[in-house]
């Protein structure tokens, strides 16, 4: 049974820093891409970050240059970095993972099998 938990979420100022991560177990973790996405109030859900087990990354437009996903492979956990956080990045951020191994890089939250419960993520301005 594949289980994520992600932790340090808080409430920030506009510009501040927050550092999530996700703890992973019941798979080899090493072997699978993980996924960062994130749902604000009324809005669906959306890709943020996501990490091959190379080490390759994509991001979505809106978080480049701010926002960096990282991995530790020797602790089975994912994390993401952000950096001059705005009011619109405010959401519920979730870690996932696909149910299927390769160096693909999905974006598509129909490509996660599993999820994390998320943390909340609020930025005041």
């Known amino acids: 049974q594949v289980q994520l938990v992600e932790s340090g979420g808080g409430l920030v100022q506009t510009g501040g820093s927050l550092r999530l991560s996700c703890a992973a177990s019941?798979?080899?973790?090493?072997?699978?891409?993980m996924g960062w996405f994130r749902q604000a109030p009324g809005k669906e859900r959306e890709f943020v970050a996501a990490?091959?087990?190379?080490?390759?990354?994509d991001y979505t437009d809106s978080v480049k240059g701010r926002f960096t996903i990282s991995r530790d492979n020797a602790k089975n956990t994912v994390f993401l970095q952000m950096n001059s956080l705005k009011p619109e990045d405010t959401a519920v951020y979730f870690c996932?993972?696909?149910?299927?191994?390769?160096?693909?890089?999905?974006?598509?939250?129909?490509?996660?099998?599993?999820w994390g419960q998320g943390t909340q993520v609020t930025v005041s301005s």
């Open positions: 996932a993972t696909p149910a299927y191994t390769g160096t693909t890089i999905y974006t598509g939250t129909y490509d996660y099998k599993y």
């Open positions: 019941g798979r080899t973790f090493g072997s699978w891409t």
């Open positions: 990490i091959n087990w190379r080490g390759n990354t």
